[in-house]
């Protein structure tokens, strides 16, 4: 059986140059994701307490429910700054809702500086059991907020990092930030080698996929991750754009929040039989793969737009 995706289909939602029909359920289901939305910006009112992907996402979103636009080319997606029971243990909630929530689940991914990684991967199975107990139909983004504040504390005081942080206010924080950039595609070799070589100056990890689509990750200290993607992106990349964002708090060079050990080189086998043709299309499935090792699965539906099957083995 072929689990791999229609990869035709991926690239045009996330290039923007396809939109999503909907019906009048769909448009049911989005009011419900606005009215929600609202909710929360009612009880989180200040500044970097939610934050929103696209800043006009309330316009668009209600520029569709007037009938005055046809589609919606984006799912609506925002992060919540989660307050705990313990000092600076503050978690940042991502949300991606699918157009047919809350008939089908969000994509929910919690992340913070205190949790080590084995926390945080127990605390987001928790956290998506509680979500899979609502029935079908049920807003459950602001209950899982609650859920978050209530039970997180465990989590936090059994991290490693908890038990090894350091109390000395003195220490200097730096900001740390991930970038997942998006290109039509990425072949030439000079392009390939300025790449690697601004990774290498600006001492950040990740990765950069060759072929179609070109993605690259990279992440660092956030003055660098900026350095690169300026220096990237001019004079004259068109096709390029960053997706998704991920920031925090570090000490030193971010040692502790990499994801990615090197800045890899990402080759994988091609979807379908191009012969010699240079244009082939990289096979996704392969790709989801290794985000799952690296604990980034939740990046493929921001940066596709659907949700992604790995490859038959």
Same mark, same amino acid.
């Given at each position: 059986?072929?689990n !791999?995706?229609?990869?035709?289909?991926?690239?045009?939602?996330?290039?923007?140059?396809?939109?999503?029909?909907?019906?009048?359920?769909?448009? @049911?289901?989005?009011?419900?994701?606005?009215?929600?939305?609202?909710?929360?910006?009612?009880?989180?009112?200040?500044?970097g307490?939610?934050?929103?992907?696209?800043?006009?996402?309330?316009?668009?979103v209600?520029?569709?429910?007037?009938?005055?636009? @046809?589609?919606?080319?984006h799912?609506?997606?925002?992060?919540?700054?989660?307050?705990?029971? @313990?000092?600076?243990?503050?978690?940042n909630?991502q949300?991606?809702?699918?157009?047919?929530?809350?008939?089908?689940?969000?994509?929910?991914?919690? !992340?913070?500086?205190?949790?080590?990684?084995?926390?945080?991967?127990?605390?987001?199975?928790?956290?998506?059991?509680?979500?899979?107990?609502?029935?079908?139909?049920?807003?459950?983004?602001c209950?899982?907020?609650?859920?978050? /504040?209530?039970?997180?504390?465990?989590?936090?005081q059994?991290?490693?990092?908890?038990?090894?942080?350091?109390?000395?206010?003195?220490?200097? /924080?730096r900001?740390?930030?991930?970038?997942w950039i998006?290109?039509?595609?990425?072949? !030439?070799?000079?392009? !390939?080698?300025?790449?690697?070589?601004?990774?290498?100056?600006?001492?950040?990890?990740?990765?950069?996929?060759?072929? /179609?689509?070109?993605?690259?990750?990279?992440?660092?200290?956030?003055?660098?991750?900026? @350095?690169?993607?300026?220096?990237?992106?001019?004079?004259?990349?068109?096709?390029?754009?960053?997706?998704?964002?991920?920031?925090?708090?570090?000490e030193?060079?971010?040692?502790?929040?990499?994801?990615?050990r090197?800045?890899?080189?990402?080759?994988?086998?091609?979807?379908?039989?191009?012969g010699?043709?240079?244009?082939?299309?990289?096979?996704?499935?392969?790709?989801?793969?290794?985000?799952?090792?690296?604990?980034?699965?939740?990046?493929?539906?921001?940066?596709?737009g659907?949700?992604? /099957?790995c490859?038959?083995?």
């Amino acid at each position: 059986m072929n689990n !791999r995706i229609d990869f035709d289909f991926c690239l045009q939602v996330a290039s923007g140059f396809t939109s999503i029909p909907m019906s009048s359920i769909i448009k @049911e289901n989005i009011q419900l994701q606005k009215a929600e939305l609202e909710m929360l910006l009612s009880m989180f009112p200040n500044k970097g307490e939610i934050t929103l992907q696209d800043e006009n996402t309330m316009y668009t979103v209600q520029k569709y429910l007037n009938d005055e636009s @046809e589609n919606l080319l984006h799912n609506i997606e925002y992060s919540i700054a989660v307050t705990t029971g @313990e000092p600076k243990g503050r978690i940042n909630l991502q949300v991606v809702l699918p157009y047919d929530y809350p008939c089908a689940a969000p994509q929910v991914f919690a !992340r913070s500086d205190a949790l080590d990684r084995q926390q945080q991967l127990q605390l987001n199975k928790d956290l998506t059991s509680y979500i899979s107990s609502f029935e079908s139909g049920e807003l459950c983004i602001c209950a899982a907020v609650q859920w978050l /504040k209530d039970n997180s504390l465990p989590y936090l005081q059994n991290s490693k990092l908890h038990c090894q942080r350091v109390t000395d206010e003195k220490i200097v /924080k730096r900001l740390f930030k991930r970038m997942w950039i998006y290109s039509h595609h990425i072949y !030439r070799q000079e392009l !390939r080698k300025k790449i690697f070589d601004c990774a290498k100056k600006f001492n950040l990890t990740g990765f950069c996929l060759t072929g /179609k689509p070109g993605i690259i990750c990279v992440e660092g200290l956030k003055e660098n991750c900026e @350095e690169f993607w300026h220096v990237i992106r001019y004079p004259n990349w068109k096709h390029i754009s960053c997706k998704h964002v991920e920031s925090g708090e570090t000490e030193a060079n971010g040692d502790d929040l990499r994801l990615f050990r090197a800045f890899e080189d990402l080759q994988f086998q091609a979807h379908g039989d191009y012969g010699l043709r240079n244009d082939y299309h990289m096979d996704l499935g392969q790709f989801l793969e290794f985000l799952k090792a690296h604990q980034s699965e939740h990046v493929f539906h921001i940066l596709f737009g659907v949700e992604g /099957k790995c490859s038959d083995s």
